[in-house]
């Protein structure tokens, strides 16, 4: 696959992700694929890595912390792109009401890594206190 058609599917991952498209999601990752999402899993429950099936469950999940924004949606908005090879790099920011009335605005840069135009890593870095003070957690 090209560089520009990785960036492409990298892109339909958020879109999916801020629909909670849990297998539109799956659909683009490799069957070995991870993805790991920045912060303490004691602190914040969906950080850590995870399999391909793990991450799309908590996707897919439609309890309050893991999916808040299930009848709303989240979206997010790429600003950045930045790909070599089969490396990409996104900044992007979310917006959305979570389902305890706040507003959710955080800002992020993902790190994908494809293979055969399939994700097979993504990494999620974001602002987590941001998170833990809008979730409560």
């Given at each position: 696959m090209s560089t520009e058609r990785n960036v492409e599917t990298a892109k339909e991952f958020l879109a999916a992700l801020g629909r909670?498209?849990?297998?539109?999601?799956?659909?683009?990752?490799?069957?070995?694929?991870t993805y790991w999402i920045l912060g303490k899993p004691h602190l914040h429950p969906s950080s850590g890595r995870r399999t391909k099936a793990?991450?799309?469950?908590?996707?897919?999940?439609?309890?309050p912390f893991v999916n808040p924004f299930k009848e709303s949606g989240l979206r997010i908005t790429v600003h950045k792109?930045?790909?070599?090879?089969?490396?990409?790099?996104?900044?992007?920011?979310?917006?959305?009401?979570?389902?305890n009335g706040r507003?959710?605005?955080?800002?992020?840069?993902?790190?994908?890594?494809?293979?055969?135009?399939?994700?097979?890593?993504?990494?999620e870095y974001m602002d987590t206190q941001h998170a833990h003070e809008t979730f409560e957690v």
């Open positions: 909670f498209d849990a297998d539109h999601l799956g659909s683009l990752m490799a069957d070995d694929a793990e991450y799309c469950k908590i996707v897919a999940d439609p309890a792109s930045i790909a070599q090879g089969n490396d990409v790099a996104l900044e992007a920011e979310s917006y959305g009401v979570a389902s507003i959710y605005n955080n800002t992020y840069v993902f790190l994908f890594v494809f293979r055969e135009g399939k994700i097979v890593s993504a990494k």
